[in-house]
C-alpha cells in the first residue's frame, strides 16, 4: 500500500497568513493527488484533484503542486473560514490511502 | 444538484452485521466509481471499500478484507456497504463518497468531489 505522510499535524497562523502543508507519498504516484478540507462535524469537502486543479467554486488563494512523492497545498491569504483540517489522498491506486490530516488553527 | 444520502448506522455489538446504504441522487450513479470512507472519533480519514462503475470490480482497505462487502443497485442508484463480525474499532462515521476517472476503465481516479453527510456505527457491548 502507498503510505501518506502529511506534515505539520499542525499549524498555528493569523487571518492573511500564508500557509502551506506538505504531503509525501511513500512510491511515486506522478499527479495522482487529491485535497480535502474538513470542518467539524462535517463530511469533507474536495479541494484540489490531480495534484493542481481547483474544484470548481474553490477560492483561488488555494493552490496546489508537486508530482511523484513531494506534494505542497499553500493557502496564499488565510481567510477565517479556512480555520480546519485538511487531508492529502492519493488516487493513483487502491487502496486509496489518505494522509494524517493537518490542522489549521487560529494564532 | 447532487446528492448522496448515508443510512443504517446504529449501535450494535460486537461481532454483529450491519448494512448501510447510501442513495444517490442529481447525477447519473451507474456512470460513476463509488467508495466507503470512514472516520473513528477524533481521527483521519480512512478509506473502507470501492466499487467500480459496474459494480464488477470491488477493492478493500486491509483491515475490513474478508469482513466488510461492497455492492451497488444502479437501478436503484444505491450503493451498500454489508459489515460482518464488527469490532469496537469499527466505530465511526461512515461516508459514502463519488468519484470521477480521468479515463475508463482506470483505478485511477480524480479523488472524491462529492460526499454524504455521513451514518455513525458505534460498535460496543
Known sequence: DIQMTQSPSSVSASVGDRVTITCRASQGISGWLAWY???PGKAP?????????????VP????????????SLTISSLQSEDFATYYCQQTLTYPRTFGGGTKVVIK | ?????ESGGRLIQPGGSLRLSCVGSG??????VMSWVRQA???ALEWVAG???SGHDTYYAASVQGRFTISRDNAKNTLYLQMNSLRGEDTAIYFCAKEDLPVAPSTIGLGFDYWGQGTLVTVSS
Do not use: C, H, M, W
Open chain 1, 60 to 71: 483561488s488563494r488555494f493552490s496546489g503542486s508537486g508530482s511523484e512523492t513531494n506534494f
Open chain 2, 51 to 53: 466499487i467500480s462503475d
Open chain 2, 27 to 32: 447525477f447519473t450513479f451507474r456512470k460513476y
Open chain 1, 45 to 57: 469537502k474536495s479541494l484540489i484533484y490531480a495534484a493542481s486543479t481547483l474544484q470548481s467554486g
Open chain 1, 37 to 39: 478540507q474538513q470542518k
Open chain 2, 1 to 5: 444538484e447532487v446528492q448522496l444520502l
Open chain 2, 41 to 43: 472519533p477524533g481521527k
